[in-house]
């Protein structure tokens, strides 16, 4: 399988320094990140947290980007301009964009119509016009698949998927369940929901599901909903 490469942009203004690890331990399991590059007025006393030792540790590119009092979005505009130049070279298969900032639904749409892949990392206050856009969101802080899943949202989210993939009106592929979902809303991604995979997540209700397992190793299953 092709190792994909990664262009990863922050925009340091709208997003906290606390998720960085985890955005790079998310990204890792689409490829390897080889342009990152972060977006801020360094000279700016708020700048403490997104340091010179973060920046190092991660081997993140600093972009400096000047204030300008009669225009508020310089930084928006210089990560647009990255992107694009980003989007010059054939070397790069994923753009992931870290904000919360609903001023880029369109330069996601721009980078899904060039033939790549948008990645959207952000905080739940993420504008849902901006979640949708992107082939993939990932909420911030990324839920531990500990933690309590979103029960009765994340049920109904499977019921309604499983009804629309079940060719016989019966079993559906779990494979073909998540595809459903996620060509649907970008943003129904099991991490979301506090798990790795959709998977999981069926197996955690099995008061609303009934499985039957396709091979031996019970790696791959098939899943109807329960009858109220």
Request: hydrophobic letters at 35%; charged letters at 30%; a neutral charge.
């Amino acid at each position: 399988m092709k190792n994909k490469k990664i262009a990863v942009f922050f925009d340091c203004e709208n997003i906290s320094a606390k998720y960085v690890e985890e955005i790079f331990d998310d990204l890792a399991k689409y490829g390897e990140a080889i342009i990152k590059q972060s977006f801020k007025d360094w000279e700016n006393s708020n700048s403490k947290a997104w340091n010179k030792e973060l920046h190092e540790e991660f081997a993140i590119e600093p972009i400096q980007v000047f204030s300008n009092k009669n225009y508020k979005n310089t930084a928006d505009l210089r990560i647009q301009r990255a992107v694009f130049e980003t989007m010059n070279q054939k070397n790069i298969d994923i753009i992931a964009l870290v904000t919360s900032d609903s001023d880029f639904r369109d330069l996601v749409m721009s980078i899904k119509s060039n033939g790549f892949e948008a990645i959207g990392f952000g905080e739940s206050k993420t504008p849902a016009s901006l979640k949708n856009a992107y082939s993939d969101f990932i909420e911030l802080p990324i839920k531990d698949k500990q933690q309590d899943i979103l029960d009765k949202k994340v049920v109904d989210i499977l019921k309604e998927a499983i009804n629309n993939t079940n060719d016989d009106g019966e079993y559906s592929l779990v494979s073909k369940v998540g595809m459903y979902l996620k060509n649907k809303n970008s943003s129904y991604n099991p991490k979301n929901f506090g798990a790795r995979t959709w998977g999981n997540i069926i197996k955690k209700f099995p008061d609303e599901f009934e499985i039957c397992y396709l091979n031996k190793e019970k790696s791959m299953f098939a899943v109807k909903n329960k009858k109220s």
